[in-house]
């Protein structure tokens, strides 16, 4: 089969680009064709990336800039890029895919690359990422809290809220942005939704948001080496890292709990805490590194460093305030066989499950994060059972192989035959 992936980066940056760039090697493995399009870039892998990509924009200096001119050229790329959709069409027809399978469009690409599919009755399935195509803030997220003042499409909200970055002007686009796609029934063209979590899902229903064609598949961990917690320690430094350390890896940003993370560390003593990432808040977690003994920022790490960190912690933090969908923090640690310790919100809690791989806690309680770090520091009998039923979960259900035969499903649904499904 042919198949096209369109994500807004082709390179390491952020849990979309992951699913897409593995993705792509795993149905590469099966023996499809596989062309991924998205923003031309030189970090891109030279093997997966198109021939024909589209221009690269950079929001943050146009929105900097100011001015009508910078406003009209954020516009006319977010909510509907011709300049993208020339270029997704031109790849279309050279490379005449069986399937076009989306990832993260918003913003850089554009809803406009399904009328370029559809356009050529080419069925188009798209895996969603986040909560875009329900908030125009794309987390349901607003005021340091979770927030659905929008549904149904009451998008002026956003802009009452501000709930882009605080901003009038950025919440009037973006809410511009959702109004237009909602006016113009761009979505309507998609065949197939795929949501990752069950959570994801049921949001989705209760928007009314194109319910029957919303399907679940879990994403997978790629096989690789690491992700295994075969040894003592796994940490890079052993003599300042060892077993009884906590590990945070991610986007150090609001929405991430960082502040309840850095909090909770002040409180619960010398358990050593691990921040791997970076983002705004970088700061704040180097304020706090000075500050507090057991905090240490390793910042952002490659793959192979971050697997060694993950399996020599004794659990992974996953603090969110905002709604996850199927967060690769948790996946990651359990291929790991690392156990979570996550916040009771979105799709944390259909991962985790309390006491089931790991422990969780009420969003924004630092008192609740030391309580079930204590615990596991001083219980590793839990510890080992948390992480056994982890690495189960992860071979069972986020295996390559499990995944691919999902998908292939999903692809057969959408193209009306069966798809081979062969290992």
Not at 33 to 62: H, K, M, R, T, Y
Not at 113 to 131: G, M
Not at 174 to 191: C, K, P
Request: charged share 25%; glycine share 8%.
């Amino acid at each position: 089969m042919r198949i096209v992936l369109a994500n807004r980066y082709l390179y390491p940056r952020g849990g979309d680009a992951t699913y897409t760039l593995s993705l792509a090697r795993l149905l590469g493995e099966r023996g499809h064709e596989v062309i991924c399009f998205g923003q031309d870039a030189p970090e891109n892998d030279p093997a997966l990336a198109a021939p024909i990509l589209a221009d690269p924009i950079d929001f943050p200096s146009l929105l900097r800039s100011g001015g009508l001119r910078s406003a009209v050229a954020v516009l006319a790329r977010t909510i509907y890029s011709r300049h993208v959709k020339g270029r997704f069409a031109q790849l279309l027809d050279r490379a005449r895919p069986d399937i076009v399978h989306l990832q993260n469009i918003h913003h850089h690409l554009s809803p406009s690359v399904i009328d370029a599919a559809a356009e050529r009755r080419i069925p188009v399935v798209w895996t969603l990422h986040d909560f875009s195509v329900i908030c125009p803030n794309g987390n349901l997220f607003s005021k340091d809290r979770p927030c659905e003042e929008c549904r149904p499409a009451r998008f002026h909200r956003m802009v009452v809220n501000r709930c882009k970055r605080g901003s009038l002007p950025a919440s009037l686009m973006a809410a511009a942005e959702s109004a237009v796609h909602r006016a113009i029934r761009v979505f309507d063209r998609v065949t197939i939704f795929i949501a990752p979590s069950r959570f994801l899902m049921a949001k989705l229903r209760e928007f009314d948001f194109h319910p029957d064609r919303v399907a679940h598949l879990d994403n997978f961990v790629p096989k690789g080496p690491g992700n295994e917690r075969a040894r003592a320690s796994g940490a890079p430094d052993p003599d300042a890292l060892h077993d009884d350390y906590l590990l945070f890896a991610g986007r150090l940003i609001r929405d991430k709990g960082i502040a309840t993370l850095l909090e909770a560390a002040g409180r619960w003593g010398v358990i050593p805490l691990v921040i791997a990432g970076d983002g705004p808040l970088r700061e704040d977690v180097l304020e706090a590194s000075d500050r507090l003994p057991n905090v240490r920022y390793v910042g952002p790490l490659d793959a192979d460093h971050l697997r060694e960190l993950q399996a020599g912690a004794l659990a992974v933090v996953v603090p969110s305030v905002c709604y996850e969908n199927q967060p690769y923090a948790v996946l990651e640690a359990f291929a790991a066989g690392t156990p979570i310790i996550g916040t009771a919100l979105g799709g944390i809690p259909e991962l985790v499950g309390e006491e089931e791989r790991g422990l969780l806690f009420r969003p924004g309680d630092p008192d609740g994060l030391k309580r079930a770090a204590r615990r596991l520091v001083e219980d590793r009998a839990l510890v080992g059972r948390l992480g056994a039923a982890a690495r189960v979960f992860a071979r069972e259900r986020l295996t390559p192989r499990r995944h691919y035969a999902g998908l292939m499903d999903l692809y057969g649904r959408a193209l009306g035959r069966e798809v081979g499904r062969a290992a």
